[in-house]
């Protein structure tokens, strides 16, 4: 995991400001995004030309990968996790 720096800077006006410094290229403060990243290059491959895939075959890689549970989710689905929040309480059973 990326090592972070918090450096308090100099008070400007009375506010004191922090600042965080992240390597270049660690991949610890972008897990999530490398994560969905790796889960859409399930479905969609680097070599597809995604000018020749239809919004339908979109719509069916995004209802995927919002009904996969999640162990961070407490194995439950992004989309019950929305609804959840939402106040709506939803089971989805998988066959």
Not at 18 to 27: D, G, N, P, S
Request: net charge positive.
């Amino acid at each position: 995991m990326a090592r972070l720096s918090v450096n308090e800077s100099p008070k400007i006006g009375g506010y004191g400001h922090q600042i965080v410094k992240r390597r270049k290229f660690a991949t610890g403060p972008k897990g999530g995004v490398e994560n969905a990243n790796g889960r859409l290059r399930r479905w969609l491959l680097r070599s597809l030309d995604l000018d020749t895939v239809s919004e339908a075959d979109i719509q069916d890689v995004v209802v995927s990968i919002n009904t996969t549970p999640r162990k961070c989710l407490g194995f439950i689905t992004p989309l019950q996790a929305m609804l959840k929040e939402l106040g709506k309480d939803v089971q989805i059973r998988f066959a």
